[in-house]
T-cell receptor, first 116, second 113 residues
Framework: DAGVIQSPRHEVTEMGQEVTLRCKPI?????LFWYRQTMMRGLELLIY????????DSGMPEDRFSAKMPNASFSTLKIQPSEPRDSAVYFC??????????????FGAGSRLTVL | AQSVTQLGSHVSVSEGALVLLRCNYS??????LFWYVQYPNQGLQLLLK??????LVKGINGFEAEFKKSETSFHLTKPSAHMSDAAEYFC???????????FGTGTRLQVFP
């Protein structure tokens, strides 16, 4: 298995531009999570999906952020318009179906976003 | 609400010395607890997890952690540090029956020769 695949790995854009980050979860995983990592705030959960349905988006900072999961193998996180304070590393993670054990997430390598 | 607190944002040890990374949790119900490691420019990898079975949990690369309910702690240890252990370590908590994994702020481990 190739693991969780994120693209692009690095993105540099100018303030006001639209940014789209992409994620392909592990096949068979029905949970998908988007996290943001910054020096100031650490790892923050933005939103997560179960079976392609958004379950909790309370961590999404504001309306400029949106996330979709049109099918089981693809998700996007969009920022429009982008601002310098959105600069961070964005991680996607996926998890297999809920069982009696703990929920172990597998993370992608992250997308480093720089907004100038 | 569930949360974890990692004491010490930076820890430095000599190669061969004991590694101790501290984590305290807050949870209203029995939690699941995790330690993840992040190497530079990489995503997070699971080191070990506690799921209410044995209180002493062994993970990869010689790490282990002990769940202590009385102290609400889940500290990570390794008897002898190796240069390759230099990384950032995250403690995380999830209440049983929930989907959300909440991370601590991380501890950066430096290992000196």
């Amino acid at each position: 298995d190739a693991g969780v695949i994120q693209s692009p790995r690095h993105e540099v854009t100018e303030m006001g531009q639209e940014v789209t980050l992409r994620c392909k979860p592990i096949s068979g995983h029905d949970y998908l999570f988007w996290y943001r990592q910054t020096m100031m705030r650490g790892l923050e959960l933005l939103i997560y999906f179960n079976n392609n349905v958004p379950i909790d988006d309370s961590g999404m900072p504001e309306d400029r952020f949106s996330a979709k999961m049109p099918n089981a193998s693809f998700s996007t996180l969009k920022i429009q318009p982008s601002e310098p304070r959105d600069s961070a590393v964005y991680f996607c993670a996926s998890r297999p179906p809920q069982r009696s054990g703990a929920n172990v997430l597998t993370f992608g390598a992250g997308s480093r976003l720089t907004v100038l | 609400a569930q949360s974890v607190t990692q004491l010490g944002s930076h820890v430095s040890v000599s190669e061969g010395a004991l590694v101790l990374l501290r984590c305290n949790y807050s949870s209203s119900v029995p939690p699941y607890l995790f330690w993840y490691v992040q190497y530079p420019n990489q995503g997070l990898q699971l080191l070990l997890k506690y799921t209410s079975a044995a209180t002493l949990v062994k993970g990869i690369n010689g790490f282990e952690a002990e769940f202590k309910k009385s102290e609400t702690s889940f500290h990570l240890t390794k008897p002898s540090a190796h240069m390759s252990d230099a990384a950032e370590y995250f403690c995380a908590v999830s209440d049983q029956g929930t989907d959300k994994l909440i991370f601590g702020t991380g501890t950066r481990l430096q290992v000196f020769p």
